[in-house]
């Protein structure tokens, strides 16, 4: 790709049409380009056929779609298909394709690395590389070969989407907007911990769900287990929850990943039902998948059923999520990019 090219891809349709005024095209020709990328997912400005050849070649001095193929995939054997991005600053990204049946989720990576540092998560230890563009998020949708079998997206791979929430909320904007993919937000789901001046923005600015990691509802544990409380705590990301409606289309759930003999007691369970209660909302309990380095195991079966069924019985709708892509290191918090051997997906 050249870099002194600017890409289309990640453009609004406001920008497309003011690319269009730069080089003297009608403003109609911007709506053409949000059809030819957002449609029907163009690989060259050469594809787009109903914009005259001269005007073709005025974009192609300046600017190029700015999609790029994954260098690396690794197969699972439950389907599960795990994906290696580049960006244009040279690093790479992981995005994880999940089909189930009539579904088929890509879970999304908006940073390469992360800041946050928990202590259960792979990308945590790879440290923080930067924020990825909006084509760079984007790309990881565009360009997957199973795109058009997707009806859902999950902000969950590497990084903290609020961390990036600029372009986030310009990302989920084009893939929800008429002129960009048209999907309902409600087949986006955002994650976090819980950013402070962030979470607020993101609450009121987007309509996609939301997604809290909690895994310990005791505040002490979770700044342990999860620096981030310390700059906002669970309490006060409860407190502001409370503020806002969440008993129609929109869902909120909270992320649980469930530590053998650490968070796994029924005085844990009871600690959440007390954080959570008013809240309307599902608490979804995740298998912990052993990293290096690092002294917590996974709970029992037995003990994880016991803590949903806790939880169901006080009010609260749990599931155990089904793990998905453990021999490919795509199950959840197992994504890294932060050893290469050439464009090879780091199994470390």
């Known amino acids: ?64 779609i700015g999609c790029a193929e994954p260098t690396d995939a690794q197969h699972s054997k439950d389907g599960t298909i795990k994906y290696l991005f580049p960006t244009d600053n040279g690093k790479f990204v992981e995005s994880v394709y999940i089909p189930d049946n009539d579904r088929a989720t890509l879970c999304v990576s908006s940073q390469v690395g992360c800041k946050m540092n928990c202590m259960f ?12 563009d ?15 079998k997707l009806t859902n997206i999950v902000f969950m791979g590497q990084g903290e989407p609020m961390d990036n929430l600029d372009n986030v909320l310009r ?7 008429d002129y960009g993919w048209a999907w309902s937000p409600k087949r986006i789901t955002v994650s976090s911990v819980g950013v402070k001046n962030k979470l607020q923005r993101f609450i009121e600015e987007s309509e996609c769900h939301l997604a809290i990691s909690l895994h310990t509802a005791i ?54 039902v007390k954080l959570l209660k008013g809240l309307n909302c599902r608490i979804n309990l995740i298998r912990f998948h052993k990293i290096p380095n690092i002294p917590l195991h996974s709970a029992e079966e037995k003990k994880m059923e016991e803590f949903r069924d806790y939880l169901t019985n006080h009010g609260l709708f749990t599931t155990i999520r089904a793990s998905r892509g453990q021999d490919i290191f795509a199950a959840c918090g197992l994504l890294s990019t932060s050893k290469k051997n050439g464009n090879t997906i780091n199994e470390e």
């Open 121 to 132: 998560c792979q990308t945590g230890k790879q440290g923080f590389e930067g924020n990825l």
């Open 1 to 64: 790709m050249n870099s002194l090219k600017r890409s289309l891809l990640g453009l609004t349709l406001t920008e497309l049409k003011a690319v269009a005024k730069e080089l003297g095209m009608p403003a109609f020709t911007g709506g053409q380009m949000a059809k030819w990328i957002y449609e029907h997912h163009v690989k060259s400005i050469d594809e787009m056929t109903n914009i005259s050849k001269g005007n073709r070649i005025k974009l192609e001095e300046k600017y190029t």
């Open 219 to 272: 505040p002490e544990q979770r700044a342990e287990l999860m620096p981030a409380q310390k700059g906002m705590g669970i309490e006060e990301i409860v407190e502001l929850l409370k503020n806002y409606d969440f008993s129609h289309q929109r869902r909120l759930s909270f992320e649980y990943i469930v530590f053998g003999g650490v968070n796994d007691s029924t005085t844990h369970a009871r600690e959440i």
């Open 134 to 148: 909006v084509k760079d998020i984007l790309n990881q949708i565009y360009s997957l070969p199973e795109s058009d």
């Open 171 to 177: 990302a989920t904007e084009i893939l929800t907007a």
